[in-house]
């Protein structure tokens, strides 16, 4: 490689970590930042407190929350979804438009108005506010998802290997679990990730349906920022941060873009 | 079953809301939005228009120079902000810009600029998709002309690359126009609003349902386009 080719691959490098690292370091200074106060350009002390107080019950509490909700979303999301992408990928039924364009809906219309809606009929059935009735919320999204993740990825799965299974004399059922499915392990795992990613970072409809007793990381960033809580909100939005990144760091190769179109709704 | 009852049931309902009133057909609601909100409608266009177009500016020249010179950092960190949810976002591009621009963070330009920190990674997939999918044998003949880098991304991938762009455009600009987080975290107190924060007191401190459904209703039709995106995915 030419000097020339390596300094204009430094220069787009440093661009790029500039506006994309950039925002995301003022959240660790601020989370830092014991005393900062205007029109200093940097804080005047730095120090751990507002990470000790990630310890504290305050935290733990909407962090354990969100997770047992997420780990629910997922599981009911994949029951759903694994049946329903391989009826989508292999099968011709009719409604399969149907089905498939509802599925598309959630993605293409603005959520909020919706979730206010729901909400209000949620409160008709005593869901509103509980647990129970922000999974559902989040279960719009994490369906939509699981199932078109679901869908490519049986999709991918050349059909011949089944058919030979038929031949062999194995049901259709037994085909499904004993050959198509074990090949699916990979993306129903990297599904599972995501729709649990996209759970524990789901803010509109638990602000919305949560409201006022079921408190989650992002509900929680969102109150102590409110506050004036600057810190304690950098300190919240860094540890929601981390696995996405971890993620993609891990998971890069293993992602398909077409998972990763959907994600970017989030 | 699911999206049927905590999707498509209340979409209907707030359809309905929005046009009735004590069980009657009428459009006063629709006379309330544009008597109180026809500016902010304005106002959230202007925005998510403002979000797109830098989205683009910076996505284009960024995925052009990795179509023609693959570098897997600068890759990866495009695709970050796909992973950041738009609350983190909100919060972060309201803390790195207020200690030193204090007047950007709540406006119009802050809420821009946000959105298409947060757009980036979904354009970034998009673009490096289509421009990826532009036959090399079309750069290696601009080159035997003597076309460099800037001219191969203006006058070969942009312009093969055509519909994918068009189809981009309209889903960030649709996902702008939707977004409630950022605005959220980001703008405090008066002034124009984005359209999600005013469904939301709206609904919320006024309790004024059928309005925030018909703001809501403005709102389908205004992303109307990226429904069509995704019909017409479909049916390909």
Redesign the interface.
């Known amino acids: 490689m030419s000097a020339r ?1 390596l300094v ?2 430094a220069a ?2 440093a661009v ?2 500039f ?6 370091t ?2 660790a200074v ?1 989370s830092l930042a014991e005393r ?1 106060t ?1 029109p ?2 940097w804080p005047q002390r730095f120090g751990l407190r507002y990470w000790h107080r990630v310890a504290t019950g305050d935290f733990l509490e909407p962090l354990r929350l969100g997770v047992l909700i997420a780990v629910i979303v997922t599981l009911v999301a994949l029951a ?1 979804a694994i049946p329903l992408g391989y009826a989508l990928a292999r099968l011709a039924f009719p409604g399969r ?1 149907v089905v ?19 909400t ?2 949620f409160y008709r059935f005593g869901l509103a506010g509980t647990i129970p009735g922000v999974v ?2 989040h ?2 999204g994490g ?2 998802f699981a199932v078109w993740t679901m869908t490519a990825v049986f999709r991918s799965i050349a059909p011949e290997l089944e058919e030979a299974a038929w031949n062999l004399g194995a049901s259709t059922t037994r085909a499904f679990v004993g050959v198509a499915l074990p090949l699916a392990v990979p993306g129903i795992v990297a599904s599972a990730v995501l729709v649990f ?1 996209y759970s524990l ?1 789901e ?2 409809g638990t602000l ?1 349906v949560g409201a006022p007793f079921v408190t989650t990381l ?1 509900v929680y ?2 109150t102590a ?1 409110l506050g004036y809580e ?1 810190q304690i ?2 300190v919240t ?1 860094l540890v ?2 981390a696995p ?2 971890v ?3 891990v998971l ?1 190769r293993f992602l398909k ?1 077409d998972y ?2 959907f ?4 | 079953m ?10 209907a ?2 359809v309905l ?1 929005s046009l009735t009133r004590d069980g009657a057909l009428t459009l006063a609601h629709y006379e309330t939005v544009w008597r109180l909100y026809r500016g902010d409608v304005l106002y959230t266009i202007g925005v998510a228009a403002a979000g797109t177009v830098l989205t683009f500016a ?1 996505a284009i020249p ?1 995925c052009g ?1 990795l179509r023609l ?1 693959a ?1 897997g ?2 890759e ?14 909100g ?6 810009l207020s ?2 621009a ?1 007047g950007l963070a709540g406006s119009w330009a802050g809420i821009a600029l946000a959105l298409a ?1 947060k ?4 354009a970034a ?2 673009l490096l ?1 289509a421009f990826r999918g532009v036959d090399e044998s079309y750069l290696e003949a601009a080159r035997d002309v003597g076309a460099t880098g800037g001219r191969l991304v203006r006058d070969i991938l942009v312009p093969m690359s055509g519909p994918a762009l068009a189809v981009s455009g309209i889903l960030i600009f ?2 702008m ?2 977004s ?2 950022i605005p ?2 980001m703008s405090r107190g008066g002034g124009p609003q984005m359209l ?1 924060i005013d ?2 007191y709206r ?2 401190q006024h309790g004024d ?1 059928a309005t ?2 018909a ?3 403005v ?2 039709l205004l ?1 109307m386009g ?2 069509l ?3 017409r995915r ?2 390909a």
Not at chain 2, 119 to 122: A, V
């Open positions: 080719a204009a691959r787009g490098f790029a970590a506006l994309i690292v950039g925002p995301l003022s959240l601020w900062w205007f200093s350009a759903m438009a498939l364009l509802l599925f598309l809906l959630p993605q293409a219309f603005p959520q909020l108005p919706v979730f206010a809606s729901a209000r009929e559902l919320v279960l719009v369906l939509v990613l970072d803010f509109t919305l992002p960033m969102y920022s600057l909100a950098s939005a929601l941060m996405g990144v993620l993609l760091l890069e873009s990763l179109v994600f970017g709704q989030l | 699911v999206l049927g009852a905590v999707f498509l049931w209340p979409l309902v707030s809301a910076a960024a120079w010179r570098f950092p600068v990866f960190l495009l695709k970050v902000p796909l992973f950041v949810p738009f609350v983190v976002v919060h972060a591009l309201r803390v790195a200690p030193h204090p920190w757009h980036l990674g979904l997939l998009l998709g649709s996902s126009l939707a409630f987080s959220l975290m999600m469904v939301y609904y919320g349902f925030a459904s703001l809501g209703v709102a389908y992303a990226a429904a995106v995704y019909a479909l049916t």
